[in-house]
């Protein structure tokens, strides 16, 4: 039975998100107003420019139904810019969702130049690290009480977190040709 899984579609990497849900079989919907997250079993917000996405999120009437989705249970998945869409603080004032309990620092590893592969140890992810590509990613600086650390770089920076059906990463796993986060993201939808 395929699960439905909406990615939010304002700005960023949406189609890339999109294209490693389909090779999971999962039914995809491009969220781009309020009417298109009915229905849905899980929503990813995808990596691009926070203040953006967030403006037009507003815009277009977009923050409280995606609220209403993270209260009613739904796992929600934020990468890159998503994450930090999903955080309480970020250290300026923008459109945040205000759901995971997090402070996250913007652009922690510098300019686009200063992007940067490694491989990660997930907690929960098996088969040996996974490739993470950060690109002028944000990293979380605090944690509050209930957020899972996920995993962590070298020098110990946070990079992923999980409270309850909320997932956020630092990286762009959509950008790699492994699908066991994406597939964990599916499974944690159909079970929801």
């Known amino acids: 039975m395929s699960v439905r899984i909406g990615v939010l579609a ?7 998100h999109g294209a490693m849900l389909g090779r999971l079989g999962a039914e ?10 009915d229905g849905l079993e899980g929503l990813i917000i995808p990596g691009g420019e926070s203040t953006t996405i967030g403006k037009l999120m507003m815009r277009y009437n977009l923050r409280e139904p995606i609220r209403d989705l993270a209260a009613a249970g739904t796992p929600i998945w934020g990468t890159c810019a998503g994450l930090i869409l999903l955080a309480r603080n970020v ?12 402070t996250v620092e913007r652009n922690a590893f510098g300019r686009q130049t200063d992007s940067f592969e490694t491989d990660l ?23 509050g009480p ?14 992923a977190v999980r409270h309850g059906r ?16 994406h597939a ?7 079970h929801a």
């Open 28 to 37: 995809t919907v491009e969220v781009r107003q309020p009417s298109d997250i």
């Open 184 to 190: 964990g993201f599916v499974e944690m939808a159909r």
């Open 166 to 181: 909320l997932f956020g990463t630092s990286f762009h796993p959509e950008l790699t040709g492994d699908t066991r986060l």
């Open 10 to 16: 304002l700005q960023g990497d949406f189609a890339e």
């Open 121 to 143: 140890e997930i907690d929960g992810i098996s088969g040996g690290p996974f490739p993470a590509v950060f690109i002028r990613a944000p990293v979380v600086r605090e944690v």
């Open 91 to 102: 250290g300026r004032n923008q459109p945040l969702l205000n759901l995971l309990d997090i």
């Open 146 to 159: 209930g957020v899972q650390v996920l995993s962590r770089l070298d020098d110990g920076t946070i990079v």
